[in-house]
């Protein structure tokens, strides 16, 4: 069964710096989200793409971040000066049509 | 301001019992998910309600929306151990801007 794939599981990164996630969405999808999740907590919509471009993101989804799509099969999100507040879990998702999103197993992001 | 409010946020019951999980929002959609997560792990979709009146069943568990009361339930049947997970609701305010609410953390007693 086709599912959508994150790397890396874990990333820990120093504060400030750049950091890269990506995100492998299932292959005929055609919407892409990527959420966040600090431990235990709710679950917090940042962006959704479309068509090679951002069709709604969130407050959170500020100028430090941005999303590509660079090749056809990557989806990725780039934090471009990591905070500690930044420090979650991040699950890619995609979709066939806006219906039921698939979600990735997550990259645990730690910013020291 | 846009809200999406569960209750309760934690629930402990009997293995056989029926329960139901609420799911509130502040502004109109037209569309409603509800996830499962088990602890240290992603997200699963359950269900997808598109419109008012729609009821989803899957095994146990059975999904109604209200859009009028902005209002959707998740109704859980003799419920089993396998159940325990935290639950979501998450609504789409409109051009795929999905808000979810806090989860609720179903907790099964064998």
């Given at each position: ?38 431990l ?8 959704s ?12 989804f ?5 999303v ?26 995609s979709s066939?049509?806006t219906d039921?999103q ?7 992001l730690?910013v020291? | 301001?846009?809200?999406v409010?569960?209750?309760p ?9 029926n ?18 997560q088990?602890?240290?792990k ?15 069943q ?7 929306l ?19 997970a ?13 808000i979810f609410g ?9």
């Amino acid at each position: 069964e086709p599912e959508v794939t994150q790397t890396p599981s874990h990333q820990v990164t120093q504060m400030g710096q750049e950091v890269i996630l990506r995100c492998v969405p299932i292959s005929n999808h055609l919407y892409f989200y990527w959420y966040r999740q600090i431990l235990g907590q709710k679950v917090e919509f940042l962006v959704s793409f479309y068509n090679n471009e951002i069709s709604e993101k969130s407050e959170i989804f500020d100028d430090q971040f941005s999303v590509e799509r660079p090749d056809g099969s990557n989806f990725t999100l780039k934090i471009r000066s990591t905070k500690l507040e930044d420090s979650a879990m991040y699950f890619c998702a995609s979709s066939l049509y806006t219906d039921t999103q698939y979600f990735g197993p997550g990259t645990r992001l730690t910013v020291l | 301001e846009l809200k999406v409010e569960q209750n309760p946020l934690f629930l402990s019951m009997q293995e056989g019992k029926n329960y139901t999980i609420y799911c509130n929002y502040s502004t109109t959609s037209d569309r409603l998910y509800w996830y499962r997560q088990d602890p240290g792990k992603s997200l699963e979709s359950l269900f997808v309600l598109l419109s008012n009146g729609a009821v989803k069943q899957e095994g146990r568990l059975m999904a109604s929306l209200d859009t009028k009361a902005r209002l959707s339930t998740l109704h859980i049947t003799a419920a089993v151990h396998d159940l325990s997970a935290t639950y979501f609701c998450a609504v789409d305010m409109g051009d795929d801007k999905i808000i979810f609410g806090k989860g609720t953390r179903l907790h099964i007693l064998p």
